[in-house]
């Protein structure tokens, strides 16, 4: 690919915001970036960012204090405090300083015997068996119980449940099926075994069950707080919204809804109390996080840009730690409906505006993806070949082509599927002659996100299709994912990103039963290939990563979710934190964090 200067590129992309008539609104959705110890070295067209993973400061650590974090975000969070019913990686973000999670796991991101729970698996009798540590205490002070254990299946499970994880994976608990359907009080296949020991039983078992999946549940819920209140109702209960009850280092002392929360140390920590007094989470615009770090208001930053690369950094009060994401954008294309009577997807290629395949195909090679990682992303972001992130190197296959830049490629399938240009005006109607507008969403973001936005649909554009943005801006990221989820009929594509746990497996996310599936496309190939890749002979590594690669080159040829960018977290880090670590498997423990001064440091330059 031919590459374009810096300037040429800004300019033109300048004079497309112009025209496309973007929005005016400056949001930030998820993004990342780095500093000081960051180098690159150029391989064929990418460019490989090398960050480093932990760093440790001078000084000797000062009793307590309170950590002050920034969230990048250019709109409230939504403040849903419940692993079972929240929707979006911020509130993710936020519960994690108090985290219910039962499991400890790997480098590798596998189950270990080192957290509240222990975990013995009888792949013979698809049966897993959870035993619970001696003395552990919610925030409360009330001891865990089995019971806490339960509640969060008779939660998904429940017929009111109106979240999204009653899904393929959960479906393979026995009798989750019935207890959903209301013919049954319980889930037949979770038996209280005692106090302390829980037994749940699966149709099948697949390696999945070492990472979390296959249904198994990784977190646990204070049933003495919210067991009696209705399913219904939890999602705008006090104990979800403003005093959950949580296990982790820290616990909630005040909400400030969408702006900020204030937490104190768990004094019942099962590792032992927090060394910190307490973390202030505050929401921070991405028009001024860069001042604010350069100014010394925050030791930690998160959800920070990666456009903003060049505004910090030659900042000497912050080293940026970063790490490749559990994390993929995409460009999605709707294709039928979620039925949500029934609880599964329904795809209609045949009567959706993108159910022809090879528009679908031409709209993915038509996007100069490459540019944008390379420009405004400073090459922490770079072109996705698959579904499946690369930390996940087992499974992840970089042999996979994916969908470069080829703009002569696109039209060519756009001529061969029958849309052309008939009346000369530069755009191509559809095989019937009508006129084509294609509605896109997109989130808002950065101040960038409307000159990368209107660079796409120029992309489009030169191939001859008129894609216009649904609502005529960008969406809200609240709003855009309520849209998207309800299919709504001004959204022919969208694009969204994924952060994908620790689970690389595909099934909760493009099953026929998940409503995550937001393209609503399903197939017997591919639901096959989803099966297979958490089915009992996955046991087998080689066979597993076939089906892995069976799952990605069919979503490759179909279209119907086309990987857009892979991209690294960043972790701007005031020196005033002693140590920190953003290593998988060898993180910093938040209960271990110090700071080193009473205030974060500001930069001298």
Not at 11 to 18: D, N
Not at 140 to 146: A, F, Q, V, Y
Not at 255 to 268: A, L
Not at 368 to 384: G, K, M, P, Y
């Amino acid at each position: 690919m031919k590459k374009k200067s810096l300037s040429l590129l800004v300019l033109m992309l300048t004079l497309l915001l112009l025209l496309a008539a973007c929005a005016s609104d400056k949001e930030t959705a998820k993004e990342n970036q780095e500093t000081t110890p960051v180098t690159f070295e150029k391989k064929s067209s990418e460019a490989e960012a090398i960050l480093d993973l932990s760093v440790t400061n001078d000084g000797k650590p000062i009793k307590g204090g309170v950590l002050k974090v920034a969230m990048v975000k250019d709109e409230p969070f939504q403040g849903i405090f419940s692993w079972e019913l929240y929707e979006d990686g911020y509130d993710s973000d936020l519960m994690s300083w108090t985290s219910n999670s039962i499991f400890e796991v790997d480098q590798n991101f596998m189950i270990t015997d080192e957290g509240i729970a222990s975990m013995k698996v009888d792949h013979e009798n698809n049966k897993v068996t959870i035993k619970i540590r001696d003395g552990v205490r919610w925030s409360d002070g009330k001891p865990l119980k089995i019971e806490d254990l339960i509640l969060p299946y008779e939660i998904i499970g429940h017929p009111d449940y109106r979240g999204v994880r009653f899904n393929t994976e959960f479906k393979n608990i026995i009798g989750a099926e019935e207890y959903n359907a209301g013919k049954a009080d319980t889930i037949s296949g979770i038996k209280k075994i005692d106090e302390r020991t829980l037994e749940i039983h699966f149709k099948q078992l697949s390696p999945a069950i070492s990472y979390g999946g296959d249904g198994l549940w990784t977190y646990a819920a204070p049933s003495h707080q919210i067991g009696k209140i209705p399913v219904d109702e939890l999602i705008q209960s006090d104990a979800v919204r403003k005093n959950p009850v949580t296990l982790g280092p820290f616990k909630v002392d005040k909400i400030v809804p969408g702006e900020s929360v204030q937490y104190v140390k768990n004094n019942y920590y099962w590792k032992g109390k927090p060394k910190l007094d307490g973390v202030l989470v505050k929401v921070v615009p991405s028009s001024s996080i860069s001042v604010a770090i350069a100014s010394g208001e925050y030791d930690i930053v998160q959800s920070f840009n990666a456009t903003k690369m060049p505004e910090i950094e030659n900042l000497d009060n912050i080293t940026i730690l970063g790490r490749q994401e559990l994390f993929y954008s995409y460009l999605g294309f709707k294709v039928g409906k979620y039925d949500y009577a029934n609880n599964t997807v329904v795809t209609k290629l045949e009567d959706s505006k993108m159910g022809n395949e090879k528009l679908r195909q031409a709209m993915g090679y038509a996007l100069d993806i490459e540019q944008v990682s390379e420009v405004f992303f400073n090459n922490l972001r770079v072109r996705a070949n698959s579904l499946i992130p690369p930390v996940f190197t087992e499974f992840h296959d970089d042999q996979l082509k994916g969908y470069t830049y080829d703009p002569e490629k696109a039209k060519a399938l756009l001529d061969e599927a029958g849309y052309k240009d008939v009346n000369g005006d530069g755009l191509r109607e559809d095989p019937k002659g009508k006129k084509l507008e294609i509605k896109l969403a997109s989130m808002t973001s950065d101040e960038t996100a409307e000159e990368i936005t209107a660079y796409y649909l120029q992309n489009w554009k030169d191939v001859g299709l008129n894609v216009t943005l649904t609502t005529g801006r960008l969406i809200e990221f609240n709003s855009f994912y309520d849209k998207v989820k309800a299919d709504d009929p001004e959204i022919d594509i969208f694009m969204g990103a994924w952060s994908t746990g620790t689970n690389p497996s595909p099934s909760g996310l493009y099953g026929k039963a998940d409503e995550f599936n937001f393209s609503r496309y399903t197939s017997e190939e591919l639901e096959t290939a989803i099966k297979n890749i958490d089915s009992p002979a996955a046991f087998d590594t080689k066979y597993r990563a076939e089906q892995f690669r069976a799952f990605q080159e069919h979503l490759e040829e179909v279209a119907t979710t086309i990987p857009m960018q892979f991209r690294y977290e960043i972790f701007p880090v005031n020196k005033r934190v002693k140590n920190y670590n953003v290593n998988y498997g060898e993180g910093t423990e938040l209960h271990e964090i110090e700071l080193v001064a009473e205030e974060p440091i500001a930069a001298s330059k």
